[in-house]
């Protein structure tokens, strides 16, 4: 099976290939244009792996892609490749809208001429597998919300996801491109870039700096581990109805400031402070984030009940791995905060 894996080199990428790499029967390539949130070093250890290729490329750029879909001629792709952090979005909306809109509608154009050279058999193969996040149906007080929902992204990184998913429709529906969509929630584990929440805030205890909670941190996410959401991914590659689309999710609801208090105090427990307090100290609460959403929350029982997937990793052993792993891999952070585009 040739998977093309766009956008390898991030968080949830990285940790796909790493997970799947090992079998034999797949080969991987990761089409990456390393951008500030991409990481060369992730993969280093794979590199000599014959089953593992990468091509630094944008997913915007049609030639290449064309080239890059004939030549591999893959027979699933995985496209995670985005611009991924909210905050971001807020600040400079447009390339946001440039990767994660024009990139995929490149994307399915090349796949689409692709498709329509494969035989019948090969056709049966091929699926075009998109990865999307909960923020597109937008916030709720109220139901979870399930694969039928309307969409009500409020953010730039929302809508702009949104859009591509339009669009992953749009050549289902219009052209018969063989797709699926994957909604996931907040996703942690080992390679996250640091300035997303978790890492953040295991970082800012280790370097003893402030840490910063938006409003005062009610807002409530569900939080999936990373392995959990790869599952996710594979199940639907090996046994997915072409057309659906999927909510993945942890089922683990939290206010952000009680995901902060759990990870100081497990900070606390592998990198004790010289001062012997709480790094729960350094939660400080600044500004809400403009249109802020208040909860996301998905209803995962499509995936369940039609695929039998389920998350397996318990929040709280999920939690104490990952602030393991960060303590452990300092070196792997320190590199990206001293980078120049680095923001924190
Ligand atoms: N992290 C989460 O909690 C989460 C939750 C739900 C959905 N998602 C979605 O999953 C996908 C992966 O998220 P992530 O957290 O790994 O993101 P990330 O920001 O860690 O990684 C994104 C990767 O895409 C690459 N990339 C960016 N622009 C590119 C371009 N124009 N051409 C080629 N490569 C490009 C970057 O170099 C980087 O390696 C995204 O589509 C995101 O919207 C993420």
Redesign the pocket.
Known sequence: MNILV??G?????TNFILKFINNKNINILN?????Y??NKNNLTSIDHYSNYNYIIA???DRKLVNRTIVKFKPDIIVH?????HVDRSIEDPFQFIN?NIM?TSVLLNESLAYYNTLNDEAKKRFKFIH???DEVYGSTRGESFTEDSNFSPNSPYSAS?ASAEHLVNAWNRTFKLPVNIVN????YGPFQ?PEKLIPLTIINCMLNKPIPIYGKGDNIRDWIHVEDHCDAIYNIIINSIIGEKYNVGGESEFKNIDIVTTICSLVDKYHPSDSAQTYSKLITFVDDRPGHDFRYSLNIEKIKNTLNWLPKKNIHDGLDSTVKWYVDNKKWWMNLIKSKESVL
Do not use: Q, R
């Open positions: 766009t956008g080199f991030g968080f949830i990428g089409y990456d244009s390393l951008t949130a991409g944008d997913v915007c995670f490749a985005a611009e991924s990767t990139g990865i999307s996040t996801k996931c929630t907040n996703n870039y």
